[in-house]
């Protein structure tokens, strides 16, 4: 017992760790804008080293010319796993400046500049950029609820394994206090802007379910603690609590599942 006491938080710190790392590390690396001027086309090399180019890939492009959008394509894919280039059909005339953003499916961003030289001859200026780092919102949403599992997982073994641990039904209470706060937030995010490139009908259904999740979460949580006031009933509401425990993991399993459909992770 005591080795699980010093594993799990261990195991939960690094897992912890490990989704922060890729919530942060998806950016494209580089972009460089050129114009065609004979065909009037901006030319756009993106630099997105990916392992699969089928579920990690540059979703949307935003292009502004003068500090206006003048069109946004998304992508279900991107055409090599490192460096591609996509051309738009945009007239710039001399002094114009184009502005381009790249974000990529699972979070970060990068936005390059070009503006077309006002005399023939003179170079062209590209202004760079720092890329963003910050997740997409799903990302943070996605880690949020992973995070949430993890502790609602160690609130299902401690009593069932953990019982020789000193204080094991404090720990029990915290970790399900402290998942169900992360899980009611995750589930909260799902009501801000629909993420752009999603499959609407998965994204719906994730929605619909997630709210099932939340009042089945609210009620498991809210049956053990009346548990200490049920008196003679103290065993009907520890069943209850167990039961509405185990369909609550079944739903967020399934959850998942949906919400990685609707961005396309899952076939």
């Not at 950016?27 to 009037?40: A, F, I, K, N, V």
């Not at 953003?101 to 390059?112: D, F, K, Q, Y």
């Not at 200490?228 to 009907?236: E, M, N, P, V």
């Amino acid at each position: 017992m005591r080795t699980m006491r010093v594993r799990y938080p261990v195991l939960l710190a690094l897992t912890f760790l490990l989704i922060c790392g890729i919530a942060i590390a998806h950016s494209p690396s580089d972009m460089r804008l050129d114009y065609d001027h004979g065909l009037g086309t901006l030319l756009v090399s993106v630099t997105h080293q990916v392992d699969d180019s089928s579920t990690h890939y540059v979703r949307e492009i935003v292009i502004q010319k003068n500090g206006v959008t003048v069109d946004t394509v998304t992508y279900a894919s991107q055409p090599s796993r490192e460096t591609f280039t996509y051309s738009y059909p945009v007239t710039l005339e001399p002094g114009d400046v184009a502005r381009v953003t790249a974000r990529c499916n699972i979070g970060g961003s990068i936005t390059r500049e070009y503006t077309r030289p006002a005399a023939q001859g003179q170079p062209a200026t590209a202004i760079p950029t720092t890329p963003s780092m910050a997740p997409a919102p799903w990302v943070v949403h996605a880690a949020l609820l992973l995070t949430a599992i993890l502790l609602l997982l160690g609130v299902a073994i401690l009593p069932t394994y953990g019982k020789g641990i000193a204080g094991w039904y404090r720990i029990h209470t915290a970790l399900a206090m402290v998942g169900g706060i992360l899980a009611i937030v995750a589930i909260a995010m799902v009501f801000g802007p629909i993420p752009s490139g999603i499959i609407r009908n998965a994204w719906d259904a994730h929605v619909a379910l997630g709210l099932v999740v939340l009042v089945l979460l609210l009620c498991t949580l809210g049956a053990g603690i009346y548990r200490k006031w049920a008196g003679g009933y103290k065993g009907q509401v520890r069943t209850v609590h167990l039961w509405l425990g185990r369909v609550l993991a079944v739903l967020l399993l399934v959850n998942i599942a949906l919400g990685l459909s609707a961005v396309g992770l899952l076939g």
